[in-house]
């Protein structure tokens, strides 16, 4: 199996992603290398293998049944375009980190993550296998004055992986940022347009936004002909899902940016970049950032 294989492979909305934590990481690093900490750490909670795949064909037709089969093969390894994972855009800051923290479950993306160590061996890289979630509440628990550290934790899930318990227990350091993947995709997949939502979904919800109160931000209650209430998704239900959410982080880090919409290739949206944490300084420069594209 080739190193190629092994990465993942993700969509063209994926660079959007990786510039706006590069932009920042850049901008974060520059100003906390004239402050004195214990450290500045960088988190990967959901790592990779520190390289991606985009995969983009072109839509030109092929005229020729003989070759066609070997033309478009042909045409989709030409198209095959590797970009740095999130792993890697941390490495290659110019002012780098002290330490590096990437939590990946794959073991053949481990595997990939031990070679950056060869490749950056000057740095403190750590790799950990665990889910994300139970790493970050052991570290936090941890007795460690946090107030003698910074750090930028980047929580990208593909899903409503990361409860609100993990963001809370990040926001009550005051020491910690986060970049945050909002998974708004997978939350429509989970809540029915109807309201009517099974128990395990809705239970899911509850502990990825750590209240019930979004499902009465998401839904409003209508009277039907006969009496009885139904639910119905209120309109723009994204944004304000997306701006509860944003005062959620806010109240818990002290600020919280804009929020940057991704779309997908059919111009669905897909998620939205949120930063957050408990400096004033890094909620403009992410709002500048951010606010490049389609922002609420």
Same mark, same amino acid.
Request: no cysteine; charged share 20%.
């Given at each position: 199996m080739s190193d190629k294989s092994l990465v993942p492979e993700v969509g063209p909305w994926a660079e959007v992603k990786l510039k706006c934590l590069g932009d920042y990481l850049a901008a974060y690093t520059t100003i906390l290398r004239k402050q004195t900490f214990k450290g500045f750490v960088y988190i990967d909670a959901f790592a990779g293998a520190g390289t991606a795949k985009i995969r983009k064909k072109e839509s030109a037709p092929i005229e020729d049944t003989f070759f066609s089969d070997l033309l478009e093969a042909k045409q989709d390894v030409e198209q095959e375009r590797f970009i740095l994972g999130s792993p890697r855009v941390a490495l290659e800051l110019q002012h780098p980190f002290s330490h590096y923290v990437f939590v990946e479950l794959s073991e053949k993306r481990r595997n990939e993550l031990e070679k950056l160590k060869t490749n950056h061996a000057g740095k403190d890289i750590r790799i950990y296998d665990r889910n994300c979630n139970d790493y970050l509440l052991e570290l936090l628990n941890k007795n460690v004055k946090w107030a003698e550290w910074r750090g930028?934790?980047?929580?990208?899930?593909? !899903?409503?992986?990361?409860? %609100?318990?993990?963001?809370?227990?990040?926001? *009550?350091?005051?020491?910690?940022?986060?970049?945050?993947?909002?998974?708004?995709?997978?939350?429509? *997949?989970?809540?029915?347009?109807? !309201?009517?939502?099974?128990?395990?979904? *809705?239970?899911?919800?509850?502990?990825?936004?750590?209240?019930?109160?979004?499902?009465?931000?998401?839904?409003?209650?209508? /009277?039907?002909?006969?009496?009885?209430?139904?639910?119905? $998704?209120?309109?723009?239900?994204?944004?304000?899902?997306?701006? %509860?959410?944003? $005062?959620?982080? /806010?109240?818990?880090?002290?600020?919280?940016?804009?929020?940057?919409?991704? *779309? &997908?290739? $059919?111009?669905?949206?897909?998620?939205?970049?949120? %930063?957050? !944490?408990? &400096?004033?300084?890094? /909620?403009?420069?992410?709002?500048?950032?951010?606010? /490049? !594209?389609?922002?609420?």
């Open positions: 930028v934790v980047f929580l990208d899930p593909f !899903g409503t992986h990361v409860p %609100w318990e993990t963001v809370n227990a990040l926001a *009550r350091t005051k020491s910690f940022e986060v970049f945050i993947n909002f998974p708004w995709m997978a939350i429509t *997949r989970l809540a029915n347009n109807d !309201g009517d939502i099974p128990d395990g979904h *809705r239970a899911i919800l509850d502990r990825y936004f750590g209240s019930e109160k979004w499902f009465d931000v998401m839904f409003r209650k209508e /009277q039907t002909l006969f009496g009885d209430s139904s639910h119905s $998704k209120v309109e723009d239900a994204s944004k304000s899902l997306v701006n %509860w959410y944003r $005062k959620r982080l /806010q109240a818990a880090f002290g600020h919280a940016s804009s929020a940057r919409l991704i *779309r &997908n290739t $059919k111009n669905s949206p897909l998620y939205y970049l949120i %930063w957050a !944490g408990p &400096n004033g300084t890094g /909620q403009k420069i992410a709002d500048h950032i951010l606010s /490049q !594209g389609e922002a609420i």
